[in-house]
């Protein structure tokens, strides 16, 4: 299994950034996904969940309204649409799934949101 975040970058307050998680390695279209982010000494904190076919998503209440979780299964991958960041929003993203009771995660990708 192996996933590969990419999009992230630095951005001013208000702006927008698309990161994308491209998915090898297991059936994508048969699992749901997860993003999460973390910034250094505090815990990995639940995005955004996608279900495998992409009719259900689920987000924290921190950025509902804002994120917008998407797929496409033809491509085996995953987009987190990130929209008005705000300072908080800073973090590294990572891509997450299940397969087979194990836990992956992709290398992450850092997002700066600053003036």
């Known amino acids: 299994v192996q996933l590969v975040e990419s999009g992230g970058g630095l951005v001013q307050p208000g702006g927008s950034l698309r990161l994308s998680c491209a998915a090898s390695g297991f059936s994508f279209s048969r699992y749901d996904m997860k993003w999460y982010r973390q910034n250094p000494g505090k815990e990995r904190e639940l995005v955004a969940a996608i279900s495998k076919d992409g009719g259900n998503t689920n987000y924290s209440d921190s950025v509902k309204g804002r994120f917008t979780v998407s797929r496409d299964n033809t491509k085996n991958t995953v987009y987190l649409q990130m929209n008005n960041l705000e300072p908080e929003d800073t973090a590294v993203y990572y891509c997450?799934?299940?397969?087979?009771?194990?836990?992956?995660w992709g290398q992450g990708t850092r997002v700066t949101v600053s003036s």
């Open positions: 997450n799934v299940w397969v087979r009771a194990i836990n992956y």
